[in-house]
């Protein structure tokens, strides 16, 4: 069911159509349903361009996430739209783009003398190193997935044991919000035109990603900021644990390998964000 992006109030639609003079393609045929509770248009992105929507993604607007995760990709028995399975497919290719450049630019040639800057590794064809990097990072994005789906959907999670947060019935909607809020990581797009430091630009795009994934996973959840920020630290030591261990498994143990996916640096923003948060609260409540 839709809900009202401002309140989160439900309601059983977002426009009405109603016959009438004009083109029928142009839209003015729709009129916006206003919202009971709080006077307001229900969902105002259902008559707004593409380039604003994405616009107010880039803002964090918490009302575009609503637009997005509950009334626009939400699907009837929580089926994958299939728009958010070409996101993750693109999210994932270029995954594998930023992986094997970083690890290339960290790796010290000396560590494995004649053999390149990493190792074995590039005595294989390319498309096998190609191989290599796509079956690493998607094994660490499923990780990454499936430790936050577990803790938000299974029954045995140990968050709604202890009561921190009921379970959520759609484990789809999780990873679609991961997959919305990760939107940054196409950035490197721009490499096309200019190059730039690609450690640097992993770490400032972590920054953003694990912003936009606490703040997705707090309005799909409507749960409070501490508990999406132990959501977001569960799922990058997943990760990291995935990702090591297969780079120590074709040896690369001694790469460091922390990026966009780094527990250390997700910590970092993730501790940023708590504090933010409690400055916030206490402006809220004039503290």
């Not at 401002?6 to 009129?31: F, M």
């Not at 008559?47 to 616009?55: K, N, S």
Request: aromatic share 10%; net charge positive; hydrophobic share 45%.
């Amino acid at each position: 069911m839709p809900i009202c992006i401002e309140c989160r109030s439900p309601v059983k639609t977002l426009w009405t159509k109603y016959s009438g003079a004009g083109d029928q393609s142009s839209g003015h045929n729709i009129r916006l349903t206003v919202c009971r509770s709080c006077g307001r248009f229900c969902d105002k992105y259902v008559e707004y361009d593409f380039v604003v929507v994405f616009i107010d993604l880039v803002l964090i607007k918490p009302q575009v996430y609503r637009h997005l995760l509950h009334n626009t990709l939400m699907r009837d028995g929580d089926r994958f739209d299939p728009s958010i399975i070409r996101l993750g497919v693109l999210l994932l290719l270029f995954d594998v783009y930023l992986t094997w450049e970083r690890i290339e630019k960290q790796t010290i040639p000396a560590m494995f003398p004649g053999a390149g800057n990493l190792g074995n590794l590039t005595q294989q064809p390319i498309v096998v190193q190609y191989l290599f990097f796509l079956i690493l990072c998607t094994i660490s994005t499923l990780a990454f997935h499936l430790s936050i789906r577990f803790l938000t959907c299974s029954p045995y999670s140990p968050l709604n044991a202890l009561g921190i947060m009921p379970r959520h019935a759609r484990p789809n909607s999780v990873s679609t919000a991961l997959l919305v809020s990760s939107y940054t990581k196409l950035f490197p797009i721009l490499m096309v035109i200019w190059k730039y430091d690609v450690p640097a630009a992993a770490r400032s795009l972590g920054w953003a990603v694990v912003a936009n994934n606490v703040e997705a996973l707090r309005i799909l959840l409507d749960c409070k900021y501490y508990t999406a920020c132990i959501l977001a630290i569960a799922g990058a030591a997943s990760r990291w644990a995935a990702e090591r261990f297969l780079l120590f498994a074709a040896g690369l143990g001694n790469v460091d390998s922390i990026g966009d996916s780094g527990v250390a640096a997700n910590m970092k923003v993730l501790w940023t964000l708590i504090l933010l948060a409690k400055d916030w609260a206490g402006i809220s409540t004039g503290g």
